[in-house]
């Protein structure tokens, strides 16, 4: 439970702080930290408007994409304290439980019948199945070094200064997680979330025909997606008491976030046939440190 109030609580100032990292990285004032959680609470105070083209397919779908990372953020333990949601194999559940809101957003481009939403949605389907095999093969890495199933047994065991567990292979696994959630997410280097170029964008163009309490919903889950890919990273690293391990798990967030703002501030987007390339690196790395620890143990 604490776990699931803590992730909450950083997703409140995650995409704020890597806008305001973004910001002094080019020498501007640029918004406040809390800037983000007011454009969505402008944008709930708004009415929602529906297409007549569109089925119910398209109304629920927002719903569903914030239930289903409410939900996985509730599988995340905080080191030892296990989490609200725990059984053997969780992991795995929540892997499909993010592909279940991946699919109705998809779904709801595609319900629009606009050519623009449904490239964007043929874009992002791809490079969420080409990311998926990296996550698998990451939770195959810590599988293998604590010999358990579920977050909770495996992050109970797993901490960068444990006999099982390496600072390098933490700091590794850390770094690809990070990459994975730019991935999810559709940010740089994969998207750029600032662009208005239909014929470039992602996630943002999916999401053209949503407005009012249903957009607001969306860019919350964002946030909230981005702080449980933090609480991942948290992990890694948690030990010792419990206030330790809170001031270890907001460290990594901010730090996650700095380290997102700045990646955005100093790297190109990638041209849109390097993606699927990119993102098979990733994949590979990932394959590499699974195949290496299987030599090792």
Not at 198 to 227: P, Q, R, W
Request: hydrophobic fraction near 55%; proline fraction near 4%.
């Amino acid at each position: 439970m604490l776990s699931f109030i803590l992730i909450i609580a950083a997703s409140l100032f995650f995409s704020g702080l890597v806008s305001r990292t973004k910001s002094i990285c080019s020498g501007r004032k640029g918004p406040g930290i809390f800037q983000p959680l007011r454009d969505a609470a402008r944008l709930f105070r708004k009415g929602t408007i529906y297409s007549r083209n569109t089925s119910f397919v398209f109304r629920v779908a927002p719903l569903v994409y914030a239930a289903s990372v409410i939900i996985a953020c509730a599988c995340i333990p905080l080191g030892p304290f296990p989490a609200l949601l725990h059984f053997e194999g969780d992991f795995i559940f929540f892997a499909y439980l993010l592909s279940v809101g991946k699919f109705f957003c998809i779904a709801a481009a595609l319900d629009t019948a606009s050519s623009f939403e449904g490239m964007g949605a043929s874009r992002e389907s791809l490079y969420s199945m080409l990311a998926e095999p990296a996550f698998f093969f990451i939770m195959g890495t810590l599988a293998l070094l604590t010999g358990f199933h579920s977050f909770n047994d495996i992050f109970a065991l797993t901490d960068a200064y444990s006999s099982l567990f390496s600072l390098g292979t933490a700091i590794s696994l850390a770094a690809l997680i990070l990459v994975i959630a730019l991935i999810e997410s559709s940010r740089l280097p994969v998207d750029d979330p600032k662009t208005h170029l239909e014929l470039t964008m992602i996630h943002e163009v999916m999401i053209l025909d949503n407005s009012g309490f249903d957009l607001g919903l969306i860019f919350c889950t964002g946030y909230l997606k981005f702080a449980m890919y933090g609480a991942l990273i948290a992990n890694l690293f948690l030990c010792g008491p419990l206030w330790a391990c809170v001031l270890i798990f907001f460290a990594a967030q901010i730090l996650s976030a700095v380290a997102v703002g700045v990646t955005e501030s100093f790297m190109a987007r990638f041209r849109m046939n390097h993606n699927p390339e990119f993102i098979f690196s990733i994949a590979a790395l990932a394959f590499i440190i699974l195949i290496s620890t299987l030599y090792i143990i």
